[in-house]
């Protein structure tokens, strides 16, 4: 039952990184985002949710053919969430390595799986005409690349193993959106 949830949850997570990378920004923010994500980033959305609910699948088959599934449910009950409530660690990580799959398949990270600006810049910015947005996805992607250099100098091999860089992609994505509603003026509707 857990896997099944962290589908669905990874499912609406892909559908909702479509709707973040293609919402309209409001006429009162200083940018202007694409009407909608290029067709070429909606096929490696799918592809890569279909590599995550497959490997996703395949844990579940291993935890239930090796008699252990007791040990790894959870013992408490999953109370009805509100949409605004944040994702549990679990929903992170698989969100994260989605966006890592994505960062991957678009050149976005290095071989270490760790961001890099052009390759961030040119997943963001792909069919943008706003000059005042790119330049709020560049300045948002410097930013958020910097705090995640600080945090791979803290540690001991100064390089991420593979639940980490799903954690970093997730955080990425996090701070480039937020930024770039900070430097675009658009207000946060979490925030009214």
């Known amino acids: 039952m857990r896997g ?3 589908l669905v949850v990874f499912l609406l997570f892909g559908f909702g990184l ?3 990378y293609c919402q309209k920004q409001e006429t009162s923010g200083k940018c202007r985002a694409p009407d909608k994500a290029p067709l070429n980033l909606e096929i490696i959305i799918n592809i890569c949710q279909e590599e995550i609910k497959s490997a996703l699948l395949q844990e579940a088959l291993d935890i239930l053919n090796d008699g252990t599934l007791e040990q ?3 013992s408490y009950s999953r109370s009805k969430r509100d949409a605004d409530e944040d994702l549990s660690n679990e929903e992170r990580r698989v969100a994260g390595c989605l966006l890592q799959c994505v960062y991957k398949k678009v050149k976005a990270v290095d071989e270490t799986g760790f961001p890099v600006v052009d390759g961030l810049m040119k997943l963001y910015n792909e069919g943008v005409q706003d000059r005042n947005y790119y330049m709020a996805t560049l300045s948002a992607v410097r930013h958020c690349i910097s705090i ?3 945090l791979k ?8 193993d593979d639940g980490q860089t799903c954690d970093l992609a997730y955080e990425m994505f996090e701070c480039v959106s937020e930024k770039i509603e900070e430097n675009c003026g658009v207000e946060n509707k979490s925030n009214n």
């Open 153 to 160: 100098q803290q540690q001991p091999s100064k390089s991420f």
């Open 72 to 74: 790894n449910t959870p």
């Open 4 to 6: 099944n949830y962290s």
């Open 18 to 20: 479509l709707e973040i």
């Open 148 to 150: 995640a250099q600080q």
